[in-house]
């Protein structure tokens, strides 16, 4: 017994049958001008996306110069500082 049962619109080797092509046929251009719309749409806003985030040359970001202390001695300073 097969585990995926027989269908009228395979064969026995699961190829489509004349049928199956008949009743996919008004279907046929619908669908790819609808596969190439969702396509195209994806790849529009993939290259906005890379476009816009290839824009941007971070010279807003401000470096600090020498590294920062641990967390630990900063705390301290700041609760010292308050204290006053």
Excluded: C, W
Aim: glycine share 6%.
């Amino acid at each position: 017994m097969p585990l995926v049962p027989r269908s009228s619109y395979y064969d026995k080797h699961y190829r489509q049958s004349a049928a199956l092509l008949r009743a996919r046929r008004p279907y046929l251009i619908k669908n790819a001008v609808t596969g190439l719309a969702i396509f195209g749409f994806a790849i529009g806003v993939y290259a906005f996306t890379i476009k816009a985030v290839s824009q941007d040359d971070f010279e807003d970001v401000i470096i600090p110069d020498t590294p920062l202390q641990s967390g630990k001695a900063h705390n301290a300073t700041t609760t010292a500082g308050a204290s006053r």
